[in-house]
Each structure stands twice: as C-alpha cells, then as structure tokens.
C-alpha cells in the first residue's frame, strides 16, 4: 500500500476516497481492475440453463450506486414466465435431480465452489459494482463465504441419512427463493447451496437493483455443467415475487429483506403445505460493559454498524455503553471514525461505500433527520463525499431515548444510535425492548457475565467479544418480527428437508 504526504490544504473532492478529519497521511489512490470483467449489456431470464427474453420482452437499467451509470439490461419476467420457470425446476427435480445420488449431488457442489474460487476476483469486482460495497469486503467477506457454502453443504450431500437418522429425510421438490440487495452473493448461496444438497431444485429472484452477481453465477451452472432446470434465476419487480411465492407447484418458500414484506408472504403462505423460512429486519443491541476491553470494542462497534455500509440485517445499530465509560468510549468512537474512509467502492483503501440506492439512501437521510428533529445530537467525520453516487457519511447520534425513531426502526444505514445503561437488568431490559429479535453483542471481560448476558438476550445470535462473524457450519436466524427458521449449519440444511417420516411436505 502507498502512502502520500497530504498537501497543506485539502485536495477537491475526488471520485476516490477521501481521509476524513484532516489525518496528517493520505492513501494513494488503488483501484481494482476491472478489464478483466465482462458485463453483458442485456441478460435474460436463466431457465432450463439457457438465458432467454421474458415473454413479452421487456427489460429493466441496473446501475452503479457509486457513479449511477447503467451497468446493464436484464429481463422484466412475466407471470408465464414465472410459471415457465417453476415448470423447468419441478420436471428437473422429477426427472433428473430428486434421482441422483447424494454423492453425485456433491460432486455438481464441490464443482460450483471451487468455480466461484476460481472466478473470485471477477465476482468480487462485479458484486462492488452492482451493490455499492467496498471491494475490501466482496472480496474478503462475501466471495469466500459464498464458496465456503457451497463446500460446506457439499459435505452434507450424501450424509442425510446421518445428519437425521431414522427419518427418512426426503427432498421437497422446488424451492422458490427470493433475496436482498445488500448481500447478493452471500444471500444466494446460502439459499441455493442447502436446496440443492438436499435434493431440492430452485427459482431465485435476485432483488432488482442487485441481479449482476446471480447472472453471473447462471453463468457457473453452465460451467459446472449442472443438469438443466436445476437452478433457474428470475429478475422482475417485487409482485414477480409474489407470484413465485404462490405458485402452486412450490413447495419451500426461503425469503430474505424486509418485515414488511416478509408479512405478506407469511400470509400468502399460510394454509398451504409450503416450508417457509423468514429472515427479516433487526435493530440489534450492542452492549459495552465498563470492563471490556475499549480499544477491541471500538473495532467491534465499528464492524458491527460500519461494515457494508450498514446495510446488514444484524448490524449492531444500538450501542448501549455503561455510564462510567460512556465518555472515554465515545472520544474513541469519534476518533476511530475519523479515520474510515469513505468513497469508490472498487479503491482497496475504502472502508464506507456506496449506499445501495437512491431510495435506501433517502430513508437513510429521513431517519437521520428524524433523529436530529427528536433532540439526539449527531457527530459525523468531516469528510468529504464524491459528488456523484449515493453517498452517506458515517453517523453517530448520542443523547438517544428509547422512544426516538433511530432507537426503534431499522435505518439499514450506516447510522449508530447510543444509548447508556447503569446495571446489567437494565441493559438487558433496554437491548429487549424491540420488535427484533435478530442478533446482539456482548463486550466484557467476565466469563459469567457473558453467560448471563447470553441467556437473556432475545435474540437469535449473540456475538461476545466480538461482531458480524459468520460462518457456513452455525446456523443464523431470528425470532420475533426478525422472522423464523435458521439458515447455516444442518438447521439450515433441514429447512429443505422433509423430515417428518410421513412424506407430509413431499410430492
Ligand atoms: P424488500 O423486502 O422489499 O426486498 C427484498 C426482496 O424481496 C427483493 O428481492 C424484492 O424484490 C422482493 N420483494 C419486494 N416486494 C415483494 C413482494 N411483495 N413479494 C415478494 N417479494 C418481494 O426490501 P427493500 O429492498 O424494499 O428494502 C426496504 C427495507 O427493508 C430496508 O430499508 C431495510 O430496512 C430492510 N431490508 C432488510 C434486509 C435484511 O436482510 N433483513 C434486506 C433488504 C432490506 P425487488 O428488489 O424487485 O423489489
């Protein structure tokens, strides 16, 4: 890495990113290539592994959310189309998929894994481009986690019968699946990798503004050579979800995004025989004791809310800090955001980059300004911003109640509100106090405290000591209105299961 002496005065904005709080040093610029990445300027639907029009044809712009240039086109697929592509998958899982064996299932995964290792930095590049996240964190994070998957559920592949013993586990049939935009790799993944190790075959629907890296990945079905109709990719507005949700012929729904619509597909689902798994919103609780460890904290908070700008389901959003280190902790917090820099997502320096969309990045700014409005007091590094793409500077807001909107509402941004606390009863009354149930940390460096912290936490993960870890092998999921089912580990591989001995879920 290359550092530059900083000139005596501030340079003028540039497209790459900038050190916030007048640092003495500044980063050369260090862009990641992308020559070595192609990006059709139209994609098809991906059926029957073959990329078509949708019928009628008709397409819609998917841009960079760094510079907002069009990347490329792909298809607006219709309700016949909806219906093809659920067709293909079901005569797939009838004709060829539900009869090959779990070793021979396996063989497809390992070769899918090892492709997206292979093809690495080029999904990496394309999935910054596309989502707006820094390419530190595709190629670090989401990329090998995505791979990471695909071995992992390999392994299961041909050991159902231990994993579950003495219930006949059986493959479903189509699994309909429907993913966000702020991991759209990862989020894919962790949905095909378990289908299809279970014997399952699939329709995923990308979310719209982030299709590139599912498109792409079509692309490594043909190269795996997989059978066709196994895995089919769909793109089209929200209500082309709905209609995948309640075609008849599906029977395990997997959905990943909002509550709100999470809601609805409950509904839809509700009183059929369809699986369905949820993984919703969260306002997770951070909680900092005034033992723990304040300089491995401050890397944790930062992690937690700053890491892919926010824009994450258990993103540690609500920092509760013990009064007597509320001050020490906060001047840290301060000078440690001094420090992130924010701008192009593809320079390997850059921490924050860009939000994902005009829309989310206007509900950023509403629940920032709802914030100011209620009386809580904001701190943001002096930074500055590209002047194009949808940029948003880390935030801090202290002097929080918890009746403020920035204490209640995910703001899926990067955004931390802090609040105090005095005893352990009350942090844990106050992290509980939410409609979420998603994830929480812990920060202290008692054993027993931990423990008890854990145990009372109403959520489905609890970090202690540390943030935003994850891994192929534990199970990840929520309760209360952060939904219900578990992905990750065999919980995730027995949503795509039945197990019920009775062929209840089958057909
Ligand atoms: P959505 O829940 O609307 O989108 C998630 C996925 O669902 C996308 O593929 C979307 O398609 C699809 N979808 C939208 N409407 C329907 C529907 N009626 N039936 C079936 N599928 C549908 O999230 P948003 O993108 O609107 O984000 C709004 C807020 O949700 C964010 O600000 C954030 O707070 C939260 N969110 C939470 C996520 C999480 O991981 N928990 C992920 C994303 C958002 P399309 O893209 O075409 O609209």
Redesign the pocket.
């Known amino acids: 890495m290359t550092l530059t002496k900083k000139p005596e005065s501030r340079p003028a904005a540039s497209s790459w990113g900038l050190a916030a709080g007048g640092a003495p040093w500044d980063y050369a610029p260090a862009p990641e290539a992308t020559d070595h990445v192609t990006i059709e300027p139209e994609y098809g639907l991906f059926i029957g592994n073959r990329f078509a029009p949708s019928k009628p044809r008709k397409t819609f712009t998917v841009i960079n959310p760094a510079t907002e240039e069009p990347l490329s086109k792909v298809a607006h697929a219709s309700k016949a189309d909806v219906h093809r592509a659920v067709t293909t998958a079901r005569e797939a899982h009838r004709s060829s998929w539900s009869k090959l064996s779990g070793r021979d299932r396996a063989k497809y995964l390992y070769r899918i894994a090892r492709i997206l290792q292979e093809r690495s930095r080029e999904f990496a590049v394309v999935e910054s481009m596309n989502s707006g996240k820094p390419i530190k964190e595709s190629r670090d994070v989401d990329v090998p986690l995505a791979a990471a998957h695909f071995f992992y559920y390999a392994g299961w592949a041909d050991k159902l019968d231990y994993a579950f013993p003495n219930r006949e586990p059986r493959s479903l049939g189509v699994a309909a699946q429907?993913?966000?935009?702020?991991f759209p790799l990862l989020m894919l993944a962790w949905k095909i990798a378990p289908a299809l190790a279970a014997g399952n075959t699939v329709v995923l629907?990308?979310?719209?503004?982030t299709p590139l890296t599912a498109y792409l990945f079509a692309d490594v079905v043909q190269q795996a050579d997989l059978p066709p109709g196994v895995v089919n990719i769909i793109t089209?507005?929200?209500?082309i979800?709905?209609e995948l949700?309640r075609h008849p012929d599906v029977r395990k729904v997997a959905?990943?995004?909002?509550t709100?619509?999470g809601k609805?597909?409950a509904r839809a689902v509700a009183g059929t025989d369809k699986k369905l798994t949820l993984?919703?919103?969260?306002k997770a609780a951070n909680i900092v004791f005034d033992d723990a460890p304040l300089d491995q904290a401050i890397e944790g908070i930062i992690n937690g809310i700053y890491f892919n700008q926010g824009e994450v389901?258990c993103a540690g959003s609500r920092l509760f800090v013990q009064e007597s280190v509320h001050e020490p902790l906060i001047d840290k917090l301060k000078a440690r955001l001094g420090t992130l820099r924010v701008g192009d997502p593809l320079d390997k320096n850059t921490d924050v980059g860009a939000i994902n969309s005009a829309g989310?990045l206007a509900?950023v700014q509403e629940l920032v300004q709802s914030g100011i409005d209620e009386g809580a007091e904001i701190f943001q590094p002096d930074c500055e911003l590209p002047e194009r793409g949808f940029f948003f500077r880390p935030t801090l807001f202290t002097g929080v109640s918890q009746s403020h909107r920035i204490a209640q509402e995910?703001i899926?941004g990067p955004v931390l509100s802090v609040l105090t606390f005095r005893t352990p009863e009350e942090a844990i009354e106050k992290a509980n106090n939410t409609p979420y149930g998603l994830s929480a940390g812990v920060w202290t460096e008692k054993g027993s405290r931990i423990f008890k912290m854990v145990a009372a936490m109403k959520a489905g993960v609890v970090w202690a000591n540390t943030f935003n870890r994850f891994d192929p092998t534990s199970p990840f999921g929520g309760y209360k209105e952060s939904g219900h089912g578990r992905e990750g580990g065999i919980h995730g591989l027995a949503a795509y299961l039945d197990i019920s001995g009775d062929g209840a879920h089958t057909r």
């Open positions: 429907i993913i966000p935009w702020n629907k990308p979310a719209s503004t089209g507005p929200g209500e979800g709905m949700v959905f990943t995004g909002s709100a619509v609805m597909i993984e919703l919103g969260g389901c989310q509900k995910e899926f």
